[in-house]
C-alpha cells in the first residue's frame, strides 16, 4: 500500500486503533517533522527531544481508541510533546542552545566547494540572526518549517497561538528577522558593481 498524503489523519488513526501497522507507520511519518520542530523550539539536547517525541509517540499508541476527535491527531500530538518538553525542561534539565551548524537551512548539500562554501556562509549568518530573534518567533518559525507543512490548528496547539494570529505574527517575525541581516550586514548585495558604481556617480 502507498503512502497518500490525502488521506485524512481520524481514518489513519481508526485503522491504527485496529491494528493495521501500515496507518501506523503513516502517521508516524507524517508528523513526526512536526513534533522535531516543537521540541527543537524548547533548546532540547537531541537526546531529550527524541525521548519527548518517542513519549508523545507512546502516549498515542495507548490512546488511540480513546481520541474524542481523531482529525485533529496533529493538534494532539502537538501538545502532547509540548507537554513533555515542559516536563523535561522542569526535571531541571538545562536548555542547550542548538549549534549554527546543526540545522540545513535550505537543505542544499552538494555543488563545487566554492558554491559550499559561500552556501555555508550564507546559512551561518542566517542562523545567527535567527537566533537573535525572540524565543516566540524562533518556535513560531521552527514549527512553520517542518515537512510537511502543519496544519494552522497543530502549530495553534503547539504553541498555544489563536489560529488567526499564526499569519500575523509569522510576518512579523519574518519582516524582524530581515532587519536583524541588515543590520548585521548580511544580506547579500546581488547587483553588479559596475551598476552599483554607474548608480551612485
Known sequence: MQRSDTEQPGELVRRAAAGDQRAWDELVGRYTDLLWSIARGFRLGTADAADAIQTSWLRLLENLDRISDPDRVAAWLATTTRRECLKTLQRGNRERPIPAGHVTLDGVDAGPVDGRLL???????????????????????RVLMASPPPSYEAV???????????????ARCLSRLRELLVERGDLLDTEPAGRREGRSS
Open 156 to 170: 495553534s496547539a503547539a504553541l498555544e497561538m489563536p489560529i488567526g494570529s499564526i499569519g500575523p505574527t509569522r
Open 119 to 141: 552556501v555555508a556562509e550564507r546559512d551561518a549568518q542566517l542562523w545567527d540572526a535567527f537566533t537573535g530573534m525572540s524565543d516566540r518567533c524562533q518556535c513560531l518559525l
